[in-house]
T-cell receptor, first 114, second 112 residues
């Protein structure tokens, strides 16, 4: 069964450093998403991406965040200057179309900011 | 924008039906109810979804009340591998796409 692959599985970074989280969506999917889950809290929507541009972003997704599809296979989330409160599990997801029956989520990257 | 409320935890005996409730009293008419589950250290996994009618697939059944203010996910014969956090989700329309509004989840423990 096709999978969404996320790397690394765990990343530790110093406060103020830039971090890039990487995702390889399912190959024929066209819509891409990032969600995050702070430990003990709900999974929250960050951003959706289609046709090389952001479709929608949440209020969490401020100027410190950016997304990119640098080539035909990768989808990245960049945090420019990490803060302690950015520590969370970040999930990438993809779907074939906007109204797809379901999204396929990756296993997540646990980001720890120290 | 909390859309769903769920009990934080439930236990179920192996082989018995697990009934997981969810309240979504503020759901809009065109918003779907989705259920995903998250097994430890994995990403959320799709289970089932519905709008108005009850739905069944190979994993589970979804019962939605007529007023659509609540629903129940039913795992008909729970196994130990069904131990997970189950999320009731409302899918809301956004700008050209949709987004999931997750609930806080119910931690289901299936007991041998």
């Amino acid at each position: 069964e096709p999978e969404v692959t996320q790397t690394p599985s765990h990343q530790v970074t110093q406060m103020g450093q830039e971090v890039i989280l990487r995702c390889v969506p399912i190959s024929n999917h066209l819509y891409f998403y990032w969600y995050r889950q702070i430990l003990g809290q709900k999974v929250e929507f960050l951003v959706s991406f289609y046709n090389n541009e952001i479709s929608e972003k949440s209020e969490i997704f401020d100027d410190q965040f950016s997304v990119e599809r640098p080539d035909g296979s990768n989808f990245t989330l960049k945090i420019r200057s990490t803060k302690l409160e950015d520590s969370a599990m970040y999930f990438c997801a993809s779907s074939f179309n906007a109204g797809a029956i379901s999204y396929t989520f990756g296993s997540g990257t646990r980001l720890t900011v120290v | 924008d909390a859309k769903t409320t769920q009990p934080p935890s439930m236990d179920c005996a192996e082989g018995r039906a697990a009934n997981l409730p969810c309240n979504h009293s503020t759901i809009s008419g065109n918003e779907y109810v989705y259920w995903y589950r998250q097994i430890h250290s994995q990403g959320p996994q799709y289970i089932i979804h519905g709008l108005k009618n009850n739905e069944t697939n190979e994993m589970a059944s979804l019962i939605i009340t007529e007023d659509r203010k609540s629903s129940t996910l039913i795992l008909p014969h729970a196994t130990l591998r069904d131990t997970a956090v189950y999320y009731c989700i409302v899918r809301v329309a956004g700008s050209g796409t949709y987004k999931y509004i997750f609930g806080t989840g119910t931690r289901l423990k299936v007991l041998a």
